[in-house]
């Protein structure tokens, strides 16, 4: 459709008046000296909308009501007033008390505070536990004294990479992205390298079976979550797929089928529901519902969308 | 902080004295985008009441989510803006209905809001009519522009276009709704 930009300015001309408090009459009378019958018509309309929006108006009594309302129930009612008002986060404040609040963690489980071990554990990229977390990893991997049990750890701490960007997605924590990314390049460097030395000392075939469903399991599960996040969130991620892609296309060189066994489909069934269920748990916990609510959310109304169900409770809860 | 004062604050200093817990810079935000806000709901849904409590309800969530808001170069009437249709879609699906519908409906049964004379109120029931066979986005270009009033450079800023391109589309959007109504007088 082209525009008329005369005609275009001149209405605007004439919005801006009506807008300043002129009268339809007034404007219009304007209006009729250039003889356009069609820009009258379109002058028509705007003065409809314009006298009509009027009625839309809310009334002073519901404004001044409304606000006491509101002020007072937040007031009321602690659940209404956002986290960081309600209870300051010690660890969001400086990163020297993270520090030294991780150092004294450490300390705490020397003694043996299993406590804080399971908490860490459920711990994303960003929270204050979460250097604790990676440690624990980096010892727990120490431990092992086999090559395959090598793997194991790597491939665990591989699928828990995943499995926070997963949460952090569900969360809208797309700046927390990186440091679970890199982990997850890490964590593949490391177990290609285990996976190689392995190949070469004892060409495992059962370890080429799991190579090619873990390989395929990965992308399909960065594709996902890259469906789930804004642009900007996906430069990061798109450096995981790759490289999972790159991986699942190495896979038919080693020779590994692309059917896994009952076994494996049992296993990634299994990890997939440990999955889902990490993830319900995190958002049912930070929108204060229950995991039960998030997964009928989850797969009655957002058609198996994280990004769905986190849209859902915020809009619910507040946010854009 | 006296009264004065909040008329002199900027948007981003109350937000962040509200994020402080200071309820009353929430209540000066407040104050500022009510009428907006206000406008916008009852410009989509057909009585005062449910656009009364859907209004609060979006600054009840305002208020929630001011702990994520940043600036980064979308004012907050922008923002609360967002948060009135997430409202609104969630308020549609409750009701089972569609966005489009209900606009169509608009005001036609609101007998009991006194403050719309019965011309008026027949007027925007026949525009309202017309502004829903638009597409969604010349809808609120028009909502946003002709209804709240706003700037077309703050039409733009709400809805993620430049303020040239809103006052292009504007003027198709009015002419579409000229045809449509044409078209109608002409059977």
């Known amino acids: 459709m082209k525009v008329n930009m005369r005609r275009m300015e001149l209405l605007e001309d004439y919005i801006a008046r009506l807008e300043g408090g002129a009268s339809y009459d007034e404007v219009r009378r304007d209006a009729e000296i250039h003889g356009d019958e069609g820009l009258l018509a379109l002058l028509d309309v705007v003065a409809h909308?314009?006298?009509?929006?009027?009625?839309?108006?809310?009334?002073?009594?519901?404004?001044?009501?409304?606000?006491?309302?509101?002020?007072?129930?937040?007031?009321?009612?602690?659940?209404?007033?956002?986290?960081?008002?309600?209870?300051?986060?010690?660890?969001?404040?400086?990163?020297?008390?993270?520090?030294?609040?991780a150092f004294c963690l450490a300390l705490v489980l020397v003694f043996g505070a299993v406590g804080v071990v399971d908490a860490s554990a459920a711990s994303l990229p960003g929270d204050g536990l979460y250097p604790l977390k990676r440690a624990l990893e980096q010892v727990q991997l120490g431990l092992t004294i086999r090559a395959s049990a090598?793997?194991?750890?790597?491939?665990?701490?591989?699928?828990?990479?995943?499995?926070?960007?997963?949460?952090?997605?569900?969360?809208?924590?797309y700046e927390d992205f990186g440091v679970a990314v890199d982990g997850y390049l890490r964590g593949m460097d490391e177990w290609q390298a285990v996976q190689q030395a392995q190949g070469e000392d004892a060409g495992d075939e059962a370890g080429?079976?799991?190579?090619?469903?873990?390989?395929?399991?990965?992308?399909?599960?960065?594709?996902?979550?890259?469906?789930?996040?804004?642009e900007q969130a996906q430069a990061a991620l798109q450096r995981a797929l790759a490289r999972a892609?790159?991986?699942?296309?190495?896979?038919?060189?080693?020779?590994?089928?692309?059917?896994?066994?009952?076994?494996?489909?049992?296993?990634?069934?299994?990890?997939?529901?440990?999955?889902?269920?990490?993830?319900?748990?995190?958002?049912?916990?930070?929108?204060?519902?229950?995991?039960?609510?998030?997964?009928?959310?989850?797969?009655?109304?957002?058609?198996e969308n994280w990004g769905c169900v986190r849209t859902h409770y915020r809009n619910a809860g507040g946010e854009e | 902080m006296s009264e004065q004062n909040n008329d002199a604050a900027t948007d981003v200093e109350l937000?962040?004295?509200?994020?402080?817990?200071?309820?009353?810079?929430?209540?000066?935000?407040?104050?500022?985008?009510?009428?907006?806000?206000?406008?916008?709901?009852?410009?989509?849904?057909?009585?005062?009441?449910?656009?009364?409590?859907?209004?609060?309800?979006?600054?009840?969530?305002?208020?929630?989510?001011?702990?994520?808001?940043?600036?980064?170069?979308?004012?907050?009437?922008?923002?609360?803006?967002?948060i009135a249709r997430h409202t609104l879609v969630d308020y549609y699906r409750k009701r089972d209905s569609q966005p489009s519908a209900a606009t169509i409906d608009t005001v036609e049964?609101?007998?009991?809001?006194?403050?719309?004379?019965?011309?008026?109120?027949?007027?925007?029931?026949?525009?309202?009519?017309?502004?829903?066979?638009?597409?969604?986005?010349?809808?609120?270009?028009?909502?946003?522009?002709?209804?709240l009033e706003l700037s077309s450079e703050e039409t733009g800023q709400w809805l993620g276009k430049r303020a040239g391109t809103v006052r292009?589309?504007?003027?198709?959007?009015?002419?579409?709704?000229?045809?449509?109504?044409?078209?109608?007088?002409q059977r």
């Open chain 1, 49 to 101: 909308l314009h006298t009509d929006a009027g009625g839309l108006d809310p009334e002073p009594a519901f404004i001044n009501a409304t606000e006491v309302r509101i002020l007072n129930r937040l007031k009321r009612d602690p659940a209404q007033i956002p986290r960081t008002v309600r209870r300051p986060s010690l660890l969001r404040q400086r990163r020297w008390v993270r520090v030294s609040l």
């Open chain 1, 150 to 173: 090598d793997a194991e750890r790597l491939q665990a701490q591989i699928q828990e990479r995943l499995a926070e960007m997963e949460q952090l997605a569900g969360l809208g924590r």
């Open chain 1, 208 to 230: 080429g079976l799991d190579a090619a469903a873990n390989a395929a399991a990965n992308v399909a599960v960065l594709q996902r979550i890259m469906e789930q996040v804004p």
């Open chain 1, 245 to 303: 892609e790159e991986h699942a296309a190495q896979q038919p060189a080693q020779g590994a089928p692309h059917e896994p066994g009952p076994d494996q489909e049992e296993r990634q069934a299994q990890h997939e529901q440990e999955r889902l269920n990490r993830q319900a748990e995190q958002i049912a916990a930070k929108y204060e519902v229950t995991v039960e609510d998030v997964l009928a959310v989850y797969h009655d109304l957002c058609s």
């Open chain 2, 15 to 82: 937000i962040t004295r509200a994020k402080a817990g200071e309820f009353e810079a929430f209540g000066e935000l407040y104050r500022r985008y009510i009428a907006l806000i206000y406008r916008y709901l009852r410009s989509r849904v057909s009585l005062k009441e449910e656009a009364e409590d859907l209004a609060e309800e979006v600054f009840l969530k305002a208020f929630q989510g001011l702990e994520r808001y940043e600036e980064r170069g979308v004012p907050y009437g922008a923002y609360l803006y967002r």
């Open chain 2, 109 to 147: 049964d609101d007998q009991s809001d006194p403050a719309l004379h019965v011309d008026q109120r027949e007027q925007f029931r026949i525009i309202a009519h017309y502004l829903g066979m638009l597409p969604q986005s010349d809808q609120e270009v028009i909502r946003l522009r002709l209804l």
């Open chain 2, 168 to 185: 292009v589309q504007l003027f198709r959007a009015i002419k579409k709704l000229r045809a449509l109504m044409a078209d109608d007088e």
